[in-house]
T-cell receptor, first 112, second 113 residues
């Protein structure tokens, strides 16, 4: 599984757009990029997944450049409830194992 | 929206005792997982399960651990003889198949005294 690097922490204010960038220089051809959110004492929650270009859902957008060596999770107009740890994971999701290897994630703190 | 459920939410046990953690994955999912998270640390993969057998397991998943899908809905993790260091949140996850995300349950907090 490709190793990922993301900032340890970020601060933001309510109403701002937050962009969290993740580096994955060794991403393989079959790898997908997936982002999860975790609140304290809760299970990780799937946010978004992509392979290339841009993916958008009701929660976030995921931007992936052509070389796929990085990706950016964009959270529009964050609120206090978006304070959480965000994980970037890269791996082959289409095999029988499909295990997820979590790093330390990015601790996002949203202030009023 | 379908959810992964886990029971109990909190389990306290004495060292050396056996515990069984239960999970009900989302009904049309085919791949099942257990992860754990020791307080203040990152989420760690334990085991994946597909087609009624273990597909992959980590070094943590030693002979003290076992998994089972006893019927069409439950997925269990058994720890035969618990140690103090087994104290953690245990998360069950499932996914449908193909390149889609895994969906996690709320977790079981296991406290070994």
């Amino acid at each position: 599984l490709a190793k990922t690097t993301q900032p340890i922490s970020m601060d933001s204010y309510e109403g701002q757009e937050v962009n969290i960038t993740c580096s994955h220089n060794n991403i393989a051809t079959n790898d997908y990029i997936t982002w999860y959110q975790q609140f304290p004492s809760q299970g990780p929650r799937f946010i978004i997944q992509g392979y290339k270009t841009k993916v958008t859902n009701e929660v976030a957008s995921l931007f992936i450049p052509a070389d796929r060596k990085s990706s950016t999770l964009s959270l529009p107009r964050v609120s206090l409830s978006d304070t959480a740890v965000y994980y970037c994971l890269v791996g082959d999701m289409d095999n029988q194992g499909g295990k997820l290897i979590f790093g330390q994630g990015t601790e996002l703190s949203v202030k009023p | 929206e379908p959810e992964v459920t886990q029971t109990p939410s909190h389990q306290v046990t004495q060292m050396g005792q056996e515990v069984i953690l239960r999970c009900v994955p989302i009904s049309n999912h085919l791949y099942f997982y257990w992860y754990r998270q020791i307080l203040g640390q990152k989420v760690e993969f334990l085991v994946s399960f597909y087609n009624n057998e273990i597909s992959e397991k980590s070094e943590i998943f030693d002979d003290q651990f076992s998994v089972e899908r006893p019927d069409g809905s439950n997925f269990t993790l058994k720890i035969r003889s618990t140690k103090l260091e087994d104290s953690a949140m245990y998360f069950c996850a499932s996914r449908r198949g193909g390149p889609v995300g895994q969906y996690f349950g709320p977790g079981t907090r296991l406290t070994v005294t």
